[in-house]
């Protein structure tokens, strides 16, 4: 009944921006954790960016200084803004909500040409 719906995703050019989107529904829960984790072809899922607490972001290293993780409240959104996109940012963004349980979205695909 937990769903969460990613979209934003797409083609982009090296050093272009992406604006990914995140809306949930059917929680009923305390959400404890919410973001976005991402994972390349032949790689492990990765932490980008997530909220924890009451409202403390947190960024990967990689991700750092170009990237910035808002959310609407009213709207139960959560965003991804994503500049100065490199090829080694390719890879399926998920949305993540973490409480009571883990829910994990279907994914938006992101891929950097170089």
């Known amino acids: 009944q937990v769903q969460l719906v990613e979209s934003g995703g797409g083609l982009v050019q090296s050093g272009g921006s992406l604006r990914l989107s995140c809306t949930a529904s059917?929680?009923?829960?305390?959400?404890?954790?919410m973001g976005w984790h991402r994972q390349a072809p032949g790689k492990q899922r990765e932490l980008v960016a997530e909220?924890?607490?009451?409202?403390?972001?947190i960024y990967a290293a990689s991700v750092k200084g170009r990237s910035t993780i808002s959310r609407d409240f009213a709207e139960k959104t959560l965003y991804l803004q994503l500049n100065s996109l490199q090829p080694e940012d390719t890879a399926r963004y998920y949305c993540?909500?973490?409480?009571?349980?883990?829910?994990w979205g279907q994914g938006t695909q992101v891929i950097v040409s170089s």
């Open positions: 059917g929680i009923d829960f305390k959400v404890d954790i």
């Open positions: 993540h909500v973490g409480g009571l349980r883990d829910y």
């Open positions: 909220f924890i607490g009451e409202n403390i972001p």
